[in-house]
């Protein structure tokens, strides 16, 4: 399987601002973990950076791949996957970690850790596996990245080893400078790139030992979160199979992942035994939180191993056991429906995602998930009768499925059939009033008939989620176009101004609240509002500034 680029990827990738390029470049190499996890009694990795400058880093980050459209933004698969990001953080080690997971529209196996507990994962990935339990193992162990600050240890290592590694290469250079013989400067040139390899080689170590880590406590993280501790053995099955498919090219045909979290027997085998002995120890239960339901594992016996920290219920006797059918798994359905619109989003067109599924209906009749996901390529390419009858067809089989309802909703608005699509939306409004998904896709509905009855009822059904959502770009522009529709300039100038940040054009921000200041007819709210936003907004600009980057738009002018 050979990797291949869309142009949804640029190819300049590699001239990326340099905040992007080192954030990046910790994700992937790490620093020294201990091989039995102690607690953390004196490192210095939490003085590199506090937790306000992490998150602020991973911030800035998640807007700079923004900027690039690296990210893939959808509300449906955006909820699915922080649905299965959330579940794994709360069984962590660290259940009070912030965490932000999103997707990337790229079609390579990869996914990544970076500071402030942002954790991306590619659409290639997902569409590779063949669980969510699979996709939920590599979530895991980049969440265990995250809890055991392996990247703030990157970054604390690469500081500690920077000077060592130039000190040994100027003194090298001197040594050589003070003789005129070729042998001198072979000698320097020699230090030189026997020092370069040993910080290459001390940084191959150190990941392998992060790696074993982020596997040991990522299938435990798993396990405590209900999904199926085998299934990262078979992922990792998995990604071995398209590694030795790609064995004997060049380097570029290798996946990303596979290069910063190479795959071997051994690793493989490990996963196998640690599922083994996790299901032989310990039994899957669902209890009720105040925050909801929560399944776990728990000892089968008094003399299993002590759980960790965090890990069962102590409410529980360690010698229970409940039959498997009693037991509440995972919901494959919203996984398929998931997986299926990534392949159609992350196509470089909609006619190529319905040239992929006839392709598939060649080799084989299509899944129900398949079918959605032709649906909504059908339904991208303005084929409306065909998506229409095939989401009226699924739905009648999955009753009530959000994804499904959403589909015949937004067919029937395009459609023209106003009455059919609103009876539908708000039914689900109705249903679900702080749902994402159902609350954008409705609004995109209502921003398209373009009249202000449209635009105040699409803020009305906004506005419940300004707390929640308003760190989503996709909230403040739908914020911001009804906003414009209801007459309600400043409103729309603030979502607006709010979307560029998000999106990765503070400077542009700045601008944009600075001429809305001048409004003589402001309230003394909104101008306190804008005041404060103005004065949040500089620091970013000016660190963005600091590390050499500015808003190429503006560069222009």
């Given at each position: 399987m050979r990797r291949t680029q869309t142009p949804h990827r640029p190819a300049r990738f590699a001239l990326l601002p340099p905040i992007t390029a080192l954030v990046l470049a910790t994700a992937a190499v790490?620093?020294?973990?201990?091989?039995?996890?102690?607690?953390?009694?004196?490192?210095?990795?939490?003085?590199?950076?506090?937790?306000?400058?992490?998150?602020?880093?991973?911030?800035?980050?998640?807007?700079?791949?923004?900027?690039?459209?690296?990210?893939?933004?959808?509300?449906?698969?955006?909820?699915?996957?922080?649905?299965?990001?959330?579940?794994?953080?709360?069984?962590?080690d660290q259940p009070q970690q912030p965490f932000t997971f999103f997707m990337m529209r790229d079609r390579s196996i990869n996914a990544f850790a970076t500071l402030g507990g942002y954790i991306g994962m590619n659409a290639g990935l997902v569409l590779a596996a063949e669980t969510e339990d699979e996709v939920a193992a590599v979530l895991a162990h980049e969440v265990a990245h995250v809890t055991q600050s392996h990247v703030l240890r990157g970054v604390e290592r690469a500081q500690r080893d920077q000077m060592p590694m130039l000190l040994a290469m100027l003194g090298a250079i001197a040594v050589a400078s003070q003789s005129g013989s070729n042998s001198s400067d072979d000698a320097a040139m020699a230090v030189i790139a026997g020092a370069q390899g040993l910080a290459i080689q001390r940084q191959i170590d150190y990941t392998r030992s992060n790696e074993s880590e982020a596997d040991r406590l990522g299938i435990r993280t798993l396990s405590r979160a209900g999904y199926d501790p085998e299934s990262m053995a078979s992922m990792f099955e998995r990604m071995q199979a398209v590694s030795r498919t790609n064995q004997g090219g060049d380097r570029e045909r290798v996946p990303d992942y596979l290069r910063t979290h190479p795959v071997t027997t051994t690793r493989i085998s490990e996963a196998r035994d640690r599922a083994e002995r996790m299901d032989r120890d310990t039994v899957q239960v669902t209890t009720s939180t105040p925050e909801g339901t929560r399944t776990e594992r728990v000892p089968v016996s008094p003399g299993a191993e002590a759980p960790a920290r965090g890990f069962g219920n102590p409410m529980l006797p360690v010698d229970l056991r409940l039959p498997a059918n009693a037991l509440s798994g995972i919901d494959g359905t919203a996984f398929g429906w998931a997986r299926e619109r990534l392949r159609v989003l992350s196509a470089n067109t909609p006619a190529q995602a319905v040239r992929e599924y006839e392709a598939m209906r060649r080799n084989g009749r299509l899944t129900d998930a398949q079918r959605y996901g032709l649906a909504v390529a059908r339904q991208r390419l303005n084929e409306l009768d065909a998506a229409g009858k095939t989401f009226g067809e699924l739905l009648a089989e999955y009753p009530g499925d959000v994804w499904l309802t959403l589909g015949v909703a937004e067919t029937d608005a395009r459609a023209g059939r106003i009455a059919a699509a609103d009876q539908r939306f708000e039914t689900l409004i109705d249903r679900m009033p702080r749902h994402p998904a159902v609350v954008l896709t409705y609004a995109a509905a209502l921003a398209e008939r373009n009249t202000p009855e449209a635009g105040l009822r699409a803020q009305a059904i906004l506005r419940p989620l300004l707390n929640s959502s308003g760190g989503d770009p996709a909230f403040q522009r739908a914020l911001a176009r009804a906003s414009e529709t209801a007459g309600d300039p400043v409103r729309a100038g603030e979502a607006w101004a709010e979307a560029a940040v998000l999106g990765g054009r503070p400077e542009q921000a700045?601008?944009?609240?600075?001429?809305?200041?001048?409004?003589?007819?402001?309230?003394?709210?909104?101008?306190?509002?804008?005041?404060?936003?103005?004065?949040?907004?500089?620091?970013?600009?000016?660190?963005?500034?600091?590390q050499g980057i500015r808003d190429e738009d503006l560069r222009r002018r």
């Amino acid at each position: 399987m050979r990797r291949t680029q869309t142009p949804h990827r640029p190819a300049r990738f590699a001239l990326l601002p340099p905040i992007t390029a080192l954030v990046l470049a910790t994700a992937a190499v790490c620093a020294p973990a201990q091989d039995t996890r102690l607690p953390d009694i004196g490192s210095s990795a939490g003085n590199v950076l506090s937790p306000g400058k992490q998150s602020e880093y991973g911030q800035m980050l998640l807007a700079q791949l923004r900027h690039y459209n690296y990210v893939l933004e959808d509300p449906l698969v955006d909820g699915w996957l922080r649905g299965t990001g959330n579940r794994l953080a709360s069984s962590s080690d660290q259940p009070q970690q912030p965490f932000t997971f999103f997707m990337m529209r790229d079609r390579s196996i990869n996914a990544f850790a970076t500071l402030g507990g942002y954790i991306g994962m590619n659409a290639g990935l997902v569409l590779a596996a063949e669980t969510e339990d699979e996709v939920a193992a590599v979530l895991a162990h980049e969440v265990a990245h995250v809890t055991q600050s392996h990247v703030l240890r990157g970054v604390e290592r690469a500081q500690r080893d920077q000077m060592p590694m130039l000190l040994a290469m100027l003194g090298a250079i001197a040594v050589a400078s003070q003789s005129g013989s070729n042998s001198s400067d072979d000698a320097a040139m020699a230090v030189i790139a026997g020092a370069q390899g040993l910080a290459i080689q001390r940084q191959i170590d150190y990941t392998r030992s992060n790696e074993s880590e982020a596997d040991r406590l990522g299938i435990r993280t798993l396990s405590r979160a209900g999904y199926d501790p085998e299934s990262m053995a078979s992922m990792f099955e998995r990604m071995q199979a398209v590694s030795r498919t790609n064995q004997g090219g060049d380097r570029e045909r290798v996946p990303d992942y596979l290069r910063t979290h190479p795959v071997t027997t051994t690793r493989i085998s490990e996963a196998r035994d640690r599922a083994e002995r996790m299901d032989r120890d310990t039994v899957q239960v669902t209890t009720s939180t105040p925050e909801g339901t929560r399944t776990e594992r728990v000892p089968v016996s008094p003399g299993a191993e002590a759980p960790a920290r965090g890990f069962g219920n102590p409410m529980l006797p360690v010698d229970l056991r409940l039959p498997a059918n009693a037991l509440s798994g995972i919901d494959g359905t919203a996984f398929g429906w998931a997986r299926e619109r990534l392949r159609v989003l992350s196509a470089n067109t909609p006619a190529q995602a319905v040239r992929e599924y006839e392709a598939m209906r060649r080799n084989g009749r299509l899944t129900d998930a398949q079918r959605y996901g032709l649906a909504v390529a059908r339904q991208r390419l303005n084929e409306l009768d065909a998506a229409g009858k095939t989401f009226g067809e699924l739905l009648a089989e999955y009753p009530g499925d959000v994804w499904l309802t959403l589909g015949v909703a937004e067919t029937d608005a395009r459609a023209g059939r106003i009455a059919a699509a609103d009876q539908r939306f708000e039914t689900l409004i109705d249903r679900m009033p702080r749902h994402p998904a159902v609350v954008l896709t409705y609004a995109a509905a209502l921003a398209e008939r373009n009249t202000p009855e449209a635009g105040l009822r699409a803020q009305a059904i906004l506005r419940p989620l300004l707390n929640s959502s308003g760190g989503d770009p996709a909230f403040q522009r739908a914020l911001a176009r009804a906003s414009e529709t209801a007459g309600d300039p400043v409103r729309a100038g603030e979502a607006w101004a709010e979307a560029a940040v998000l999106g990765g054009r503070p400077e542009q921000a700045l601008i944009q609240l600075n001429t809305l200041k001048k409004r003589e007819d402001l309230d003394y709210y909104a101008r306190t509002r804008i005041d404060a936003r103005i004065a949040s907004i500089t620091p970013t600009v000016l660190e963005l500034r600091r590390q050499g980057i500015r808003d190429e738009d503006l560069r222009r002018r």
